[in-house]
């Protein structure tokens, strides 16, 4: 059964720091892998999606990178802000439309 | 815009009481889930359909129903049976045809027991 951890559970920086989110994910046989943001008591906004065969997807300041046979992907927010501030959620999807299993997210702080 | 929409925002549910959570989406997404959420959890599958008129259950589907049948439509109802059903409740959608589009999440809707 694939498990999704995620490293760490919360963190708080200050404002302008680069920061980097951790997903592990315990079957390298997945599809997609796709992160989300949710803020407090809403929806999960879809991010950033990484198929199977791609190594790194970049939006804006956010970068994502997939190592499917370490089982390992990687947020990286750039020059983060306190709008940033938000839960980050890992997901991995292991054939198209079967399901997503997620990990339990990181509570990100950036204080002003 | 094409989106998935939740209703309603915030549901208050008595003791012994059947209640039914909308979803409708019209990004013609062929598959739809209910996950639930609860704090300091991780969200957990409750059912899932890939096509109108099937669907399947997921890690959690002890008292709860669901229904399809219509391509744009997923309702989820919360029966009497689920002990503890207090909880956030997020749908979600995909195509599994065209593939790596990934999924697109409503707005939730935040289930209370009173």
């Known amino acids: 059964k694939q498990e999704v951890t995620q490293i760490p559970a919360a963190l708080s920086v200050p404002e302008g720091e680069n920061l980097v989110l951790n997903c592990s994910f315990t079957d390298s046989a997945i599809y997609n892998l796709q992160w989300f943001r949710q803020d407090p008591g809403k929806g999960l906004t879809s991010l950033l999606l990484i198929q199977s065969s791609q190594r790194e997807q970049t939006s804006g300041r956010l970068n994502a990178s997939l190592d499917k046979s370490s089982g390992r992907s990687t947020l990286y927010i750039a020059a983060s802000q306190p709008g940033d501030s938000a839960t980050y959620l890992c997901?991995?999807?292991?054939?198209?439309?079967?399901?997503?299993?997620f990990g339990e997210g990181t509570q990100l702080t950036v204080n002003p | 815009d094409g989106g998935i929409t939740q209703s309603p925002k915030y549901l208050f549910r008595k003791e012994g009481q059947n209640v039914t959570l909308s979803c409708e989406q019209n990004?013609?997404?062929?598959?739809m889930y209910w996950y639930r959420q609860d704090p300091g959890q991780g969200l957990r599958l409750i059912y899932y359909s890939q096509i109108v008129n099937d669907f399947q259950k997921g890690d959690i589907a002890e008292g709860y129903s669901v229904s399809r049948e219509k391509k744009e439509s997923f309702p989820l109802t919360v029966t009497s049976a689920q002990k503890n059903p207090t909880a956030f409740y997020l749908c979600?959608?995909?195509?599994?045809?065209?593939?790596?589009?990934?999924?697109?999440f409503g707005s939730g809707t935040r289930l209370t027991v009173v």
């Open positions: 979600a959608s995909t195509s599994p045809r065209t593939g790596g589009i990934g999924y697109t």
């Open positions: 990004l013609n997404h062929d598959a």
């Open positions: 997901a991995v999807e292991e054939t198209s439309g079967s399901r997503l299993t």
